[in-house]
Each structure stands twice: as structure tokens, then as C-alpha cells.
């Protein structure tokens, strides 16, 4: 396993795991900021300007679609993290509220939170775990 996978691994799932439980004992505040923001169209474009950056640089540096699990889903998270930034950079600000909207974010945000928890267990496990090359 590369070491860019590994460090990419760890950064990843402690932060997922790190968010994920902020949000799950904050549910109230975490639901009302992201309501706060998505009526903030210039503190979004931020936003998307940041996660661009970093999915950019996840899938220049990281675009490796072989050698096992872990390495796919680090992948998979640079693109999915790139293509959100851009959705949130082009998208009018009404259409990110319905999209919000549909993916029913206040009723399934628990969720939510459990998967980027799994997720980032997964991937800090993993990381840590493994033996770069």
C-alpha cells in the first residue's frame, strides 16, 4: 500500500470521525448551521472554494483505482468531494436548498452521521494498521 494512501487513510477517517461525532451531539446547532448556510450564498461559495481545493488535490494526488479497498475508497472520496465543491460552486443557491431538501437531511441526519462515523473508523483502522511500502 502507498504511503499517500495511508496518511490519506488516517487524514480522512479521523476527520469523518471527529465530524461525524461533533454533529451527532450537536444535532440541533449542526441542523441550524447548515440551514444558516445554505441562506449565505457568499460564506458557500467560500465553502465550495475550499472543498475544492482540497478535492482537487485528494484526486491529483490520489487517483488510484487498484490495489485493494482502501485505496478506492480514498479515491472515491477525492471525487465525491470535488464534484460536491463544484455542484456547490455552480449550482444557484435555491437549487443546493432543494437538493438538501430531497435528500432529507434533517430526517435522516443521524443517518448520516453513523455512516461518515463507519466510514471514518473504516478508514482510520485501515490506516493505521497498514504497512506502507
Known amino acids: 500500500m502507498s504511503p499517500r494512501t495511508v496518511f490519506l487513510s488516517k487524514l480522512i477517517g ?53 490495489g485493494g479497498a482502501l485505496s478506492v475508497i480514498v479515491t472515491l472520496v477525492g471525487w465525491i468531494t470535488l464534484i460536491r465543491s463544484l455542484l456547490v460552486l455552480f449550482l444557484p443557491p435555491e437549487m443546493e436548498t432543494r437538493l438538501l431538501q430531497q435528500l432529507h437531511y434533517q430526517q435522516l441526519f443521524y443517518l448520516y452521521g453513523v455512516f461518515s462515523l463507519v466510514l471514518g473508523v473504516y478508514l482510520t483502522y485501515n490506516g493505521f494498521s497498514s504497512r506502507s511500502q
Request: glycine residues 4%; proline residues 4%.
Open 14 to 66: 479521523l476527520y469523518c470521525i471527529l465530524v461525524a461525532l461533533s454533529m451527532m451531539t450537536r444535532r440541533q446547532a449542526t441542523v441550524e448551521t447548515v440551514t444558516a448556510l445554505l441562506q449565505n450564498p457568499p460564506m458557500m461559495w467560500i465553502l465550495g472554494v475550499i472543498a475544492l481545493v482540497a478535492g482537487l488535490a485528494m484526486v491529483l494526488a490520489h487517483n488510484i483505482w487498484s
